[in-house]
């Protein structure tokens, strides 16, 4: 009898946001991975902390600062090994996904490297989309609204032809590219309909209109919303 | 002290993807309200129905099944009504939802008519657009994908201007659109790469290849997710 890996979407950040299956699923497997940062600790597991029972044999899958390509290759390699050996023995393994696992998540690396030999299941998560709405106060789309989710690291020229003519979108993964992203929709005359949200549901939360955003830089975790309408803001 | 309105997500059909924060609210509010057909059982109470404690008020809001605007546009307003009516009294009332409140939900009808004068929190929940692609077992969208999300009662042509040249994307709310879908998709030469799913996460749940797919028609809660590249769906 091999284990099975559980790919578990742990929610955007308030440990409350997680699901009665995660939760079983978590505190039930005798080993559980998580995504972490070359030194420090591990946001995911930090969101599932107030819930974990003790005892449990940990993975952190730690990331290089510049996480080029190949490196991060290699990283996921390893992982991927200590779980099968894992799995090999018969022991089930959690692997935490900040959000949903299958929404521009990393796991989709490891899924990649253990589903063809072992057995994978994928536990929807609450992703941040839909938690940036929600503490907006807005909704992210509604009757036939087409909805656009764009990933800030494209390019300039890339960002303005997706952004331009769209009734609703979200620029996810902001981070560094927060200055791009406002030349864009200025030049697109969005900036006035553009929400930024930082850490959503988590205690540092952080929204306001982007306009008033003074930073050059953001974190990761952070998200612009923009809907044409307008009036689905208010 | 006036009560408060929540507006819960509850997932997308597996009583155990609700969230810890919603069953907590659920649990302790002395008044639910939820979406049902004008005869017959809701979906969303029945999703949450092992976990009620029993003694909560229920207000239906039954929809005609012509569901014309102007009808619809009446039900809110009584259901408006009488949740107000509960705030005023000091009674909090939750709102069940089902998938996500504020994505493409009919609680911003209600949220909408509450909002500007009473307290309400929404709890952002599972969507059904990450449970299709946790149940696909198929990345949704990684890397710096676009995904395009867009509801099927568009038309024939503005279908195809979405749908030209997406790389991640999903149809909603598909229902008795399933033919003018697939014809787009033809065209467009995507319909090898086109999945079905129908009430991803319930006991009912179907999956297929939609050239697999003999009906013609699908339920409301059924999606077709695409992937243009392909390989995220190996």
Same mark, same amino acid.
């Given at each position: ?36 940062p ?62 949903d696992?299958?929404?521009?998540g ?15 299941? %994928?536990? $929807? ?5 839909? !938690?940036? +709405?929600?503490? /907006?106060?807005?909704?992210? *789309? =509604? ?5 656009? %989710?764009? $990933? ?5 020229? !890339?960002? +303005?032809?997706? /952004?331009?003519?769209?009734? *609703? =979108? ?19 005359? /969005? ?31 952070s ?8 009036e689905?803001?208010?």
């Amino acid at each position: 009898m091999t284990g099975r890996l559980y790919g578990l979407g742990i929610g955007p950040g308030d440990p409350e946001l997680l699901t009665l299956k995660a939760l079983r699923l978590l505190q039930a497997a005798p080993v559980i991975a998580y995504p972490a940062p070359e030194d420090g600790d591990s946001l995911a597991r930090a969101i599932v902390a107030p819930h974990l029972p003790g005892g449990q044999t940990e993975i952190a899958i730690r990331m290089p600062m510049v996480a080029a390509r190949f490196p991060a290759q290699e990283v996921y390699d390893w992982a991927a090994g200590e779980i099968g050996a894992h799995l090999e023995a018969g022991r089930d393994v959690a692997a935490l996904c900040e959000g949903d696992p299958f929404f521009y998540g990393s796991f989709m690396y490891l899924f990649g490297r253990v589903a063809e030999t072992h057995a994978v299941e %994928v536990v $929807p998560g609450v992703s941040s989309l839909t !938690a940036c +709405a929600a503490v /907006l106060g807005a909704p992210l *789309a =509604a009757r036939n609204d087409v909805l656009t %989710v764009i $990933p800030a690291p494209l390019d300039e020229q !890339a960002l +303005a032809e997706r /952004l331009r003519g769209v009734e *609703a =979108a979200a620029v996810i993964k902001v981070g560094r590219h927060l200055q791009k992203v406002r030349r864009v929709l200025a030049r697109l005359g /969005l900036s006035d309909r553009a929400r930024y949200v930082e850490r959503a549901t988590m205690t540092q939360q952080r929204i306001l209109p982007l306009d008033s955003l003074e930073e050059e830089g953001a974190p990761y975790f952070s998200m612009i919303l923009i809907h044409r309408r307008g009036e689905a803001w208010t």
